[in-house]
């Protein structure tokens, strides 16, 4: 293992998290636009769920090819084939005129950022010590925020001087930039053993691992669910429920994805020294994210008079479970990183697909039936907190040997 002098280590850091910066503005960007795209192309509930899902869609296609692609050829030579298709998507994203145009347009951009978080987080796996890399993960999910940000109010702000179609042009651009940086920073990967895809580093010993298995149930839904909500559902919920206009939805998104910012930084700092004193990645866990299922009871509860303030405690609360993506990948080989922290980042996404266009259709669903539209977005909401507090159930009752080494 190649550890990285500080001063490299850290330049690295900024190249990878310019481009994430941007991928998580492209991913939370829909929650923003919704208003404008639901009366631009009369989308109902279930159309903008699979709008927003198709970006996890794409991003989900691609990890266990990701995985074995980044084992192999390292991050610098994947992320930067990856993002190619990013600029593409952004550019076909700015051009579509129909639903199912920008879809595909979603899809594409989902296929081209895929590669990162995954990317950097191979690199780190075999670039910085442990503890180094407890940070570099909630440091590179603090900058994810940073992106979110960007996506609320500057872009409401922004909405009425140059429109939709030419900020997905800029961030086009923006991306091909991020690349050029990724090119000039990040060092050559030089493999270590042998990481060819046989029976010593296959995604079937990753799936098999019963360590894996434990913590994919709270990945899909927890973390999915956090990330659905974070980047579609708190805006459709403030306008439609709490009665927001498109202004106050975006200065709550912003308030939501500030909260998230300062979370992550927090948990940076905090992480590695809490693990010094003996907390566990499982034990944090098992402790903290009870407090998710209280604050969504709450927004349930509360209905129209819960607010910006509201989500932003629940997506606070469910950040516990981000402490599960670098327990997986450190508890597999280095050579095995990049399929074990792919086929996790896998897990996550397909479960945001599944949430996100799953609360769509059930809010459909129940509508349908007769219920009126605030009734039917917290019932839907309690079938999500059902399935969060069986995952989480999952977790307790497995194994207690399934603990990382």
């Not at 001063?7 to 900024?14: G, H």
């Not at 030579?77 to 998507?89: S, W, Y």
């Not at 903290?288 to 604050?295: A, D, H, K, N, T």
């Not at 839907?380 to 977790?395: E, H, N, P, R, T």
Request: proline share 5%; with cysteine.
């Amino acid at each position: 293992m190649t550890v990285l002098a500080r001063r490299q280590a850290i330049a690295v850091f900024f190249a990878f998290a310019f481009a994430y910066f941007f991928s998580a503005l492209v991913r939370a960007i829909t929650a923003t636009l919704s208003p404008t795209l639901t009366r631009e192309f009369q989308l109902d509930a279930g159309d903008l769920g699979l709008l927003a899902g198709g970006y996890f869609l794409g991003f989900a296609a691609m990890q266990l090819p990701l995985g074995t692609w980044l084992d192999r050829h390292g991050p610098k030579k994947v992320i930067l084939c990856f993002l190619l298709f990013a600029v593409a998507g952004c550019a076909a994203f700015a051009v579509s005129t129909t639903f199912h145009e920008l879809l595909a347009a979603r899809v594409l951009c989902g296929i081209g950022v895929s590669a990162c978080l995954m990317a950097p987080l191979t690199g780190y796996r075999r670039w910085l010590t442990p503890e180094a890399q407890l940070r570099a993960n909630s440091w590179m999910l603090m900058t994810g925020s940073f992106g979110m940000l960007a996506s609320t109010l500057p872009v409401q702000w922004l909405m009425p001087v140059v429109g939709w179609r030419p900020l997905f042009w800029a961030l086009a651009v923006l991306v091909g930039l991020s690349m050029l940086l990724i090119a000039w920073q990040v060092p050559r990967w030089e493999r270590e053993g042998s990481q060819d895809a046989g029976p010593q580093g296959s995604y079937a010993e990753v799936w098999r691992h019963p360590y894996f298995r434990r913590l994919a149930p709270i990945g899909f839904s927890i973390y999915g669910g956090m990330i659905a909500m974070q980047t579609l559902w708190a805006g459709p919920w403030m306008v439609r429920v709490a009665g927001y206009d498109a202004l106050q939805s975006a200065a709550g998104l912003f308030t939501i994805n500030i909260c998230m910012l300062a979370t992550f930084w927090g948990w940076g700092l905090l992480g590695p020294w809490l693990v010094r004193k003996g907390y566990t990645t499982d034990r944090l866990m098992a402790w903290g994210l009870p407090l998710s299922f209280v604050m969504l009871i709450v927004l349930i509860a509360l209905g129209p008079a819960a607010g910006a303030w509201t989500l932003a405690f629940f997506c606070i609360s469910c950040t516990f479970v981000s402490l599960a993506q670098p327990a997986v990948g450190m508890v597999f080989p280095a050579a095995q990183a990049g399929r074990a922290l792919s086929a996790y980042n896998l897990v996550i996404f397909f479960g945001v697909f599944v949430i996100q266009w799953g609360i769509g259709l059930v809010i459909d669903a129940f509508r349908a039936a007769g219920m009126a539209e605030v009734a039917a977005f917290r019932s839907a909401f309690g079938v999500f907190l059902v399935l969060c507090i069986a995952s989480y159930a999952y977790f307790l009752l497995g194994s207690r040997d399934n603990r990382p080494q």
